[in-house]
């Protein structure tokens, strides 16, 4: 314990791992190991000591959502997912999870990056229940052009330029979509504003700006 916390996490996993042959069945020594694990870059390690701890107590949320964490590290997305689901039946019929936000934000990022963008949609709107943000608006946005929703993502444009009304990207994501609808001036007049911010150089928005929108 005392190599933990001063962060020599090497020798903890040491003490962690004598500590189980003396109590190979001590649930508290697989966790403490598993975050040292962790900390120390042991990720398939310390995702079996947490399968040891999860298979003792299925409801504890919190060791659910650690080993979901180093799922994503290593690119599993799927059992991440699985986990966070696990983690959204604990939060409904066990007990209230404090950061079932992040549970919803990082299943849809996980659900985006296997191109579930439905998915990532119905996460995204629960998010959006508890966080109603620009970030969180924007990211439902794209995800819906995904599955070209485009009127939606429109809407959600919108409502997250009602909350911070010279966000960039919401400005260039809602051009965008009125540009595609071919309604130039509502996209030369988000665009210009977009521009205005000092965050954009996109030449190909530029260019439709010098070409399409005059003064």
């Known amino acids: 314990a005392c190599y933990h916390a001063q962060g020599e996490f ?6 962690y791992s004598e500590a189980l ?4 069945d001590e649930t508290d020594i697989y966790l403490h190991r598993a975050q040292a694990l962790a900390k120390y870059g042991k990720t398939n390690e310390a995702i079996k000591d947490y399968s040891a701890v999860i298979k003792n107590d299925r409801t504890d949320a919190e060791n659910l959502y650690q080993r979901a964490a180093l799922y994503f590290e290593l690119k599993k997305y799927s059992k991440a997912i699985g986990d966070y689901y696990t983690i959204e039946e604990i939060h409904a019929e066990v007990s209230p999870y404090q950061y079932i936000a992040d549970v919803y934000r990082n299943r849809a990022e996980a659900e985006q990056l296997l191109h579930n963008f439905s998915a990532a949609i119905k996460d995204y709107t629960k998010l959006i229940e508890l966080e109603p943000t620009t970030e969180n608006f924007y990211k439902r946005a794209v ?10 993502a429109m809407e959600d444009a919108s409502k997250g330029l009602s909350i911070e009304n010279d966000n960039a990207e919401l400005l260039l994501l809602r051009g965008s979509l009125f540009e595609k609808e071919g309604d130039v001036a509502s996209a030369c007049m988000d665009f210009k504003l977009a521009i205005a911010t000092g965050k954009v150089n996109q030449a190909k928005v530029l260019e439709f700006v010098e070409k399409n929108c005059g003064e």
């Open 143 to 152: 995800a819906y052009i995904k599955t070209e929703a485009f009127a939606q």
């Open 21 to 24: 042959k003396l109590k190979p």
């Open 10 to 15: 090497r020798n903890a996993i040491d003490d």
